[in-house]
Every structure is written in C-alpha cells, then in structure tokens.
C-alpha cells in the first residue's frame, strides 16, 4: 500500500494521464469516423456504417 | 499510470477491434454489401415487373480483401480511441469516487459504453445502410455526440452519485437528448427493403454490444494487471 503523501502525488500525475489518454482517444474517434477527407472516408466507410458514426 | 493507461487501451482495442471485426463480416458486412446493389441500383426494390418483392442475397465476402483490410484496421483504430476515453473514466472513478475496478466490473463499463456510445445514439439515429439518405451531417453529428456525452454523464451520475436527487438527475440527461429529438427528415426515401434495413440497424447493434462487452473487460483486465507489477 502507498502512504497518503504518495498518493496524493500520484493522484496530481494522474490528472494529467486521463487527460492525455482522452486526448489520444478523441483523435483517433475524429480520424475514424468523424473526419470528412475523402481517402480516410472511403477506407473507413464499411467500419463507420458497421459502428453507426453519422458520417455522410 | 500514462504508460499502463495507454497500454490497456491499445490491447484492449486491439482485442475488441479484431473480435468486433471478426463478427462484422459474418454479420453487418454481408448485409452492407447488398445494401450497395440498392443504392447503386443493380438492384431496385419495389420496381420490378409492379411486385415489391425482391431477391435476398447478400455479394460473397472476398471481392475486395484491401477493403476488408481498412475494416478491420479501422475497427482496431475505433475500439482503441474508445479504450482510450474508458481507461481514462475508469482511473478517474476509481480515484475519485473509490470504484472498485476488476475485469468483472469491466463488463458493466463495457455495456455501460454500449449504451452511451451505441444504443442511445441509435434511438434517433439508427445505423444505416449505405444509400440511406438522411437530414444534414453537421447537425446530427452534433446530435450524435451531444447524445453519446449527456448519456455518460447521465450514467456516471446514476452510478457514482450516492444522493437519490443526482441520480434522478443523472437519469434526466438519459432522456434529454431524445426529448429534444434527432434532426431527420420530413420525407422517407428507403430504397431498400425495410427488412434489409432493419436486419442491418440490429445486427450492427448487436455485433457492436460484444465488441464494447469486451473492450470494457479487457480494458480493466489490464489496467488492474498493469499496477500489479
């Protein structure tokens, strides 16, 4: 088990790992199924109809 | 934690990509691909010789395997970015309001994210057959992610919000995005049989609840794995 004082440090870096890995997870959603560029939408297009992303 | 964060996202993506995958090409593809002769119009429903029946059956798998390719690579690069934002809500629930996190409790997160992310953005906007024409994209993309958040949000509360009064809230922006309704059009134009469609709409429904099922559980399988080393 970790001390408080610890704890409380890991709890500051950790803030800013959920916010990285969000960060990481919304570009690729945006790539995947959001963005609007023609080669990504035609090499994306069976997987965004199979995941429902509103995409065209 | 960035790197056991980042890393169960990626396996777990991984995973759940190719699993999801797998289940799409014996179930959603088949039904994709013969959608495309309708909106092509290689083949044309309710027209021929004055019947509304027409042949089912779905092009062979096969074709085209670099398209089939970018699926399943794609599938991996969706269930990654959708292992990313769990991990992340799964370390912060447990950090901030002491959920308790193991691969058993990875399958709620996994159907919970179904729920958010699939089931309730479905509601307004079924998934759709290629050909499906429908109301303009910025708007329901605005629908689509304002449902997918609001619906989290919604379930997070219900979850982790001890008083009755926050989870009664909690269960109001469930509801609020389809009380304000998905932008659609005022006309139908279907150009495939209704029944196609709706074995599409359900099957990607479907497949899509085992890929998130797995990626919620495998996501916690490694994060907790992960700190144990």
């Known amino acids: 088990m970790t001390t408080n004082t610890t704890t409380f440090a890991a709890v500051r870096s950790n803030t800013a790992a959920f916010v990285l890995a969000m960060t990481v997870g919304v570009v690729l959603l945006t790539v995947s199924g959001m963005a609007q560029a023609t080669v990504l939408h035609d090499a994306a297009h069976d997987q965004r109809h199979a995941m429902a992303f509103p995409c065209h | ?229």
């Open chain 2, 1 to 229: 934690m960035t790197k056991n964060l980042l890393s169960s996202a990626v396996f777990a993506g991984l995973i759940a990509g190719l699993f999801a995958a797998l289940l799409q090409f014996v179930f959603v593809i088949p039904l994709l691909l013969e959608g495309e002769l309708y909106e092509t119009g290689a083949r044309v429903h309710f027209a021929i010789e004055g019947t509304t029946q027409s042949i089912k059956e779905a092009p062979a798998i096969g074709a085209d395997w670099s398209r089939h390719l970018m699926t399943i690579g794609f599938n991996i690069v969706t269930y990654t970015g959708y292992g990313l934002l769990m991990v992340a809500a799964m370390g912060f629930a447990r950090e901030r309001f002491g959920a308790t996190l193991s691969a058993k409790t990875g399958l709620i997160w996994g159907l919970c994210g179904f729920i958010a992310v699939q089931l309730a953005p479905a509601l307004g906007l079924p998934p759709e057959l290629p050909g499906t024409i429908a109301a303009e994209l910025t708007p329901r993309q605005i629908w689509w992610s304002g449902t997918i958040l609001s619906t989290a949000a919604g379930l997070a509360i219900i979850a982790f919000a001890g008083e009755l009064w926050k989870q009664v809230f909690g269960l109001a922006l469930v509801l609020l995005p389809h009380f304000i309704g998905a932008p659609h059009l005022d006309t139908y134009y279907g150009i495939a049989p209704p029944e196609l469609a709706a074995e599409f709409t359900t099957a990607s429904l479907g497949t899509a609840a085992v890929g998130w099922t797995i990626l919620g559980y495998v996501c916690a399988y490694f994060l907790v794995r992960g700190e144990d080393t």
